[in-house]
């Protein structure tokens, strides 16, 4: 079915909106009409889609890279970022009620950590619905998380950040007619359908999940669009190094270490530095030292031979994607999850922050370079997230979802 309304909301965050882009490509391709509600800073990317961008004001840092992530995370912090998201997640709904509310939308596509806005439009309007998950999802019999969330301290739930998270909540609900709907029922509201741009072989307990769930794996659309990078003719390997678009506590520590451990390899060694980070912080650098405070990702993936990341889901899946075997270094606990299956997989490395030095880091590094068991695995999956086209499938599922509405 085709030239349908179909409304995203997003995140305000690159690994939630980047695997959504060629999804949305895809659905104007057919015919559709998408109106794309997301946070102005993402604005050119999603028009160039050819989605009506309905943009809105961030409450959260328009650039992440520049706020550091501490090290240890606290319950103070996991109650104040509670409330920061939703109040992001809520920015752009009054705009949304005004101008959707005029042109009736058939669907909403919402992401799993943005989704408030869009959820609660579509139980005012009684709209189908379709959720977006850029991470590991739970079934009823399988959650990632649990091992995690036996680690750590939840906050109080008499923090006074969690009451204001209850109270804004409450109010929203009861300001748009859903009075009789409470928070929890809110939140914990089971979906009919969810996109996971996670690859199946990569999702532990893939089996424990039903046909509401559809692993379409990483969306990688136009590389172009991210801007091109152009490999030196020097002959050398590429090794890209990068933390994402999050800035973290220590950066320029990690950093420094990379480049202890790469600089004097045969490499050409491409150093995307984030916010937090100059180059004036890591001295003097030799000609096959690129540095930069953004690179474009996947063109560098393109050519690259090794990556050391963050364990981010997003860089991991574009990582494999390329056939590009990580070594990762987890910053947080979901991104621990990640480095565990990475490495479970035999699929990379994974190296504790605490563990990091530039030796430890140089011998992942090279070890991977060496280990063709490893490669042959990330070329099998690599073939496979291809074989799935994840944006097509995607397209499919939420145009399978509007004819069943």
């Known amino acids: ?42 604005a050119d990317v999603v028009a160039a ?32 970022a509670a409330v920061n998201h939703l109040a992001e997640a809520f920015a752009p ?13 058939d669907l909403m596509v919402y992401d799993a950590f943005g989704y408030a806005s869009g959820r609660l439009l579509a139980r005012k309007w009684q709209l189908p619905t379709v959720l977006t998950a850029t991470t590991f999802v739970v079934s009823e019999t399988c959650n990632p998380y649990a091992e995690l969330a036996a680690t750590m301290s939840p906050p109080d739930p008499g923090h006074p950040a969690l009451a204001r998270h209850r109270e804004l909540l409450r109010s929203t609900l009861d300001a748009h007619g859903l009075g009789d709907l409470s928070n929890e029922e809110f939140t914990g509201a089971a979906e009919e359908r969810t996109i996971a741009f996670v690859a199946p072989e990569f999702q532990p307990g893939t089996e424990t999940f039903d046909e509401r769930h559809v692993f379409v794996g990483p969306c990688i ?35 420094r270490d990379a480049l202890a ?12 530095l984030g916010g ?100 042959a695995r990330v070329k099998e999956l690599s073939a496979s997230i291809a074989a799935r086209r994840g944006p097509a499938l995607a397209a499919d599922t939420i145009e399978a979802r509007l004819a069943a509405s």
């Open 221 to 255: 659309g136009d590389r172009a669009l991210q801007g091109q990078w152009k490999r030196p003719d020097d002959g050398r390997p590429v090794v890209l190094v990068a933390l994402g678009s999050f800035g973290y506590e220590n950066q320029a520590a990690f950093y």
């Open 93 to 105: 709904l009054d705009a949304a009620d005004k101008r959707l509310g005029e042109d009736r939308p």
């Open 261 to 272: 451990a790469l600089a004097d390899l045969p490499w050409h060694v491409v150093m995307s």
């Open 276 to 375: 937090l980070v100059t180059p004036e912080d890591l001295g003097p650098l030799p000609p096959h030292v690129e540095v930069a405070p953004w690179v474009p990702q996947l063109s560098v993936l393109a050519h690259a031979s090794a990556f050391v990341s963050h364990a981010g889901m997003g860089s991991t899946m574009e990582s494999l994607s390329y056939g590009v075997p990580p070594v990762v270094v987890p910053r947080t606990g979901e991104q621990d999850l990640v480095a565990a299956r990475v490495a479970e997989l035999g699929l990379g490395r994974a190296i504790e922050p605490d563990a990091l030095n530039a030796e430890v880091l140089r011998g992942a590094v090279l070890g991977l370079a060496e280990d063709q068991e490893t490669r």
């Open 1 to 42: 079915m085709s030239g349908r309304h179909i409304a995203f909301f997003n995140y305000a965050a690159h690994g939630h909106v980047n695997p959504t882009l060629p999804v949305v490509a895809e659905l104007v391709r057919r015919g559709n009409r998408v109106t794309y509600v997301v946070a102005e800073q993402f």
């Open 49 to 80: 889609t050819g989605a009506d961008v309905l943009p809105y004001e961030s409450v959260v840092p328009k650039s992440w890279n520049t706020v550091a992530i501490p090290s240890k995370i606290t319950g103070d912090d996991m109650a104040e």
